[in-house]
Nanobody, 122 residues
Framework: QVQLVESGGGLVQAGGSLRLSCAAS????????MGWYRQVPGKQRELVAS???????NYADSVKGRFTISRDNAKNTVYLQMNSLKPEDTGVYYC????????????????WGQGTQVTVSS
């Protein structure tokens, strides 16, 4: 079972920066795809950025040019560098992992972190 632990959220003024981290606990496996999602009250969780195992990345239009997703595959950790933050970036950010490799086999599954609050004040 993959457990994800997020950190790095907080309160920041508009124009500021934050860096989120998400680490998968355990060893001996390699996460397939990882990504970040954002949820605000009354709305569905939406994709912010994702990173496939081959390195391909994908971003929501609203964050392109401001956010950067990166991974440390050796540590099964994904980061989200958020620059030029806007009040509309406020929300709970969730880390997601999809599948992992262990012992030469692929194990499918979707795993979520507990979420970290990001608040951007105007």
């Amino acid at each position: 079972q993959v457990q994800l632990v997020e950190s790095g959220g907080g309160l920041v003024q508009a124009g500021g920066s934050l860096r989120l981290s998400c680490a998968a606990s355990g060893s001996g496996f390699s996460i397939n795809a990882m990504g970040w999602y954002r949820q605000v009250p009354g709305k569905q969780r939406e994709l912010v950025a994702s990173s496939a195992s081959g390195g391909r990345t994908n971003y929501a239009d609203s964050v392109k040019g401001r956010f950067t997703i990166s991974r440390d595959n050796a540590k099964n950790t994904v980061y989200l560098q958020m620059n030029s933050l806007k009040p509309e970036d406020t929300g709970v950010y969730y880390c997601k992992a999809v599948g992992y490799y262990k012992g030469g086999r692929y194990f499918d599954g979707v795993y979520w972190g507990q979420g970290t609050q990001v608040t951007v004040s105007s």
